[in-house]
């Protein structure tokens, strides 16, 4: 029987939001103000995502976890600072313009960050999962889901659909859709329902 995963949804709209924002940072030119404004949002809204999504794992995840396996995040959340802190040096370097003076350096720091967040992801996936899974119902899981859901805020939600379902296929957006229905207002349920739909053309012009 396949059990609720507590980061698969999270940390595929991460992956997706750092693969668009590295292709955004070698592909933008920078001396164009309009595509340096598009990154330079894109950038903000990224950073606002992970911040959110570190915060939240650990005032639900990680504190839920820990009054049952006492330990099993301490480095975790270690690593959390330390991305923070990663991503506070290329916040800087945007708001300073150090990243029009020295672009290819900001980008390689930003693809040594983009892979650091990678391996702290595949490192709950597969060492935080399985004990998750062991203390853990299903209903318990969704019930902290809708907890970090609720926390986070539609507005927030809906930047991070936006990645999310590009990072679904049409049967796990049906089913993430689904569950969105019977959670949000009609209007927020709305305009998910058309970040799905641009995905999914997106998608279609990826193939």
Known sequence: MKREQTFDLPHKGLRAALAELGSSAT???????????????LFRDVWKLIALHS?????????ELEKRAPGATVTFASEHRALDAAYDFLAEAV?????????????????K?????????????????????KYFSDEEL???????????????LIKWF???????????????????????????????????????????MRL
């Not at 915060?55 to 504190?63: G, M, Q, V």
């Not at 650091?116 to 004990?131: F, G, I, K, S």
């Not at 969704?142 to 927030?156: D, F, N, V």
């Not at 229905?181 to 329902?193: C, D, G, L, N, R």
């Open 113 to 133: 960050f983009s892979a650091a967040l990678q391996t702290h992801m595949n490192r709950e996936e597969d060492e935080l999962q399985p004990l998750i899974w």
């Open 162 to 204: 936006r990645f999310v379902f590009y990072a679904l296929n049409g049967k796990e957006t049906a089913e993430f859709l689904d569950r969105l229905k019977s959670m949000f207002p009609e209007t927020t349920f709305i305009e998910a329902q058309h970040l799905a739909e641009v995905a999914e053309k997106r998608r279609r």
């Open 142 to 156: 969704m019930e902290h889901r809708r907890a970090i859901m609720a926390a986070s805020g539609p507005e927030s």
């Open 55 to 63: 915060a939240e794992e650990e005032r639900i995840t990680f504190a």
């Open 27 to 41: 592909g933008s030119d920078f001396e164009n103000a309009e595509e340096l404004r598009l990154f330079e949002n």
């Open 95 to 111: 708001e300073t313009t150090k990243h029009l003076t020295a672009k290819d350096r900001f980008v390689a720091d930003l693809n």
